[in-house]
């Protein structure tokens, strides 16, 4: 293996020149000689945490410059260590179209066009990478370019490239848990592969760009990009070899720790995931990895998944997550695909026993579903879970029931005391939200010393209150984006059933 001190030099080299053609770009490529750590996907994602570096460095800098922020305090004392002088969210001074938020450790950059930059503050000031915080990055890019793009995924493959984490820590490119952090030798390789990374990203030649996927030992890439000038033979093999190597890699079995290979295997293909899909709905216990599965088999919507998914539902009976967001999952998706095709009474009745029975966090969920299949048993079963002492289930009742709308639904918000019925029935009135409550006395009393300071801790009882405005709102619009389309789909199947 090439010394990596003296990679960036070869490399850069070797870009200077330019095969003419798809066949001198097979031939220079055996004669490169330069064998690279890792995988193509392993050293793609390198770079791009690499490049995720400054972005943090500048949000430590705005913390710092803007909003009078000590790094330091935040990384040992947490939420007492944000500003005093400052509330915990608002827009960052001096800054046009940035807004601040601070939590815990760490502190997100929010812009106007959505784009956030969350960071967590710690031994190595900003620039420890969370995965799920660099994930959400790129969901929150609007429309992501160059070596960013790649790396998103859509709906059950999202954060798929989590899967190559293991290789660079192996490769001893980056260590930490939690959080990850380049070492030397990862700041090394990532800056000897950048710049080809970011030619190739922006290249309108797909010669130049086979050749400098080549350069970086991507030939599934460089095949990609010659497949408009005939693909030679030698590029073509070294391409399946490499696709053939992971897809071994990432074929299981899984443990809970897993979800990301199953994903990963996913993004290459649906032929190559399917029978490793449908087998963890048959893995005992359920877990992380049969959510993901889930989540996988959502994006392909195939009728044929019908008994599959009623089986895994029927299996979710405990209260533990991930068991109830197993067994609404899978009652949606299978109540999805069976409308597109026809709903039998037989899947009706099972679909409603699963509904009714269904408690825990994915109780409020469940009974909306109920309510689009049998009215006056779902309606029922709202009312119930509206004084479930789970906040999520109970959210999720109030705005199932917004939702349908009918005067029996609101009426049954109208006779609640809860707090979540209150907002989405003024929501649904057109009235303002009500006023934020006023915190009990002794809520006032949760004071405590630190560094010769008296400071107010909030407990998660005044977060939940203070917060539950903006989580209806988001729990609202989340049940009326999923379910747009299946309440359509009921309502043509009852249709076609009248006579």
Not at 115 to 121: E, F, K, L, N, P
Not at 164 to 193: F, W
Not at 290 to 301: F, K, N, P
Not at 349 to 378: I, Q
């Amino acid at each position: 293996m090439l010394h990596l001190h003296t990679l960036g030099q070869r490399l850069a080299q070797a870009a200077q020149t330019q095969p003419e053609s798809a066949e001198r770009v097979a031939r220079a490529a055996l004669d490169l000689g330069v064998e690279l750590p890792g995988d193509p996907w392993a050293r793609w994602l390198l770079v791009a945490l690499h490049r995720h570096i400054p972005r943090q460095r500048w949000v430590g800098r705005i913390v710092e410059q803007h909003l009078n922020g000590d790094l330091a305090r935040l990384a040992t004392d947490g939420a007492l260590g944000a500003p005093v002088d400052r509330p915990q969210a608002g827009p960052v001074p001096g800054l046009e179209g940035w807004s601040y938020f601070f939590h815990g450790i760490g502190c997100c950059l929010t812009h106007d066009d959505g784009t956030a930059i969350d960071v967590d503050i710690d031994e190595n000031g900003a620039d420890a990478i969370d995965p799920w915080f660099y994930q959400r990055y790129l969901d929150s890019l609007p429309e992501p370019e160059g070596i960013e793009a790649p790396l998103k995924g859509a709906g059950g493959t999202a954060a798929w490239w989590m899967a190559d984490l293991r290789t660079l820590k192996a490769l001893k490119l980056i260590t930490g848990e939690h959080r990850v952090v380049l070492t030397a030798s990862g700041q090394t390789l990532a800056g000897a592969l950048a710049p080809l990374l970011e030619e190739l990203a922006r290249s309108e030649s797909p010669l130049r760009r086979a050749w400098l996927a080549v350069l970086l030992g991507d030939f599934v890439r460089a095949s990609d990009e010659l497949a408009s000038l005939a693909v030679p033979a030698s590029i073509q093999a070294a391409a399946q070899a490499q696709v053939s190597e992971r897809i071994s890699r990432l074929s299981g079995p899984y443990e809970p720790g897993d979800a990301a290979d199953l994903r990963a295997l996913a993004r290459l293909g649906r032929q190559h995931a399917e029978k490793a899909v449908l087998a963890q709905l048959h893995r005992s216990p359920l877990d992380g990895v049969t959510s993901v599965a889930l989540d996988i088999i959502e994006d392909w919507s195939d009728p044929r998944f019908v008994e599959p998914l009623l089986d895994v539902a029927e299996r979710a009976t405990g209260e533990v997550t991930p068991e109830p967001h197993v067994r609404a999952t899978a009652c949606r998706l299978a109540l999805r695909s069976a409308v597109d095709v026809a709903l039998s009474s037989s899947l009706r009745g099972r679909l409603v026993t699963l509904l009714a029975t269904t408690a825990g966090h994915a109780a409020g969920e469940s009974a909306y579903m109920l309510a689009l299949l049998d009215p006056g048993r779902g309606l029922q079963r709202l009312a119930e879970v509206l004084s479930s002492d789970i906040p999520l289930a109970r959210q999720e009742a109030a705005a199932g029931l917004a939702l349908l709308g009918t005067e029996d639904a609101l009426e049954i918000l109208g006779e609640s005391s809860s707090r979540e019925a209150r907002l989405l029935l003024r929501a649904v009135e057109g009235e303002a939200p009500e006023p934020h409550a006023e915190p009990r006395e002794a809520w006032r009393e949760t004071w405590i010393e630190w560094r010769g300071e008296r400071r107010r801790v909030y407990t998660m009882e005044d977060i939940l209150e203070a917060s539950l405005p903006s989580w209806m709102a988001s729990c609202l619009e989340r049940l009326r984006r999923r379910y747009a389309s299946l309440a359509t789909g009921l309502l043509r199947s009852k249709i076609r059933r009248s006579p």
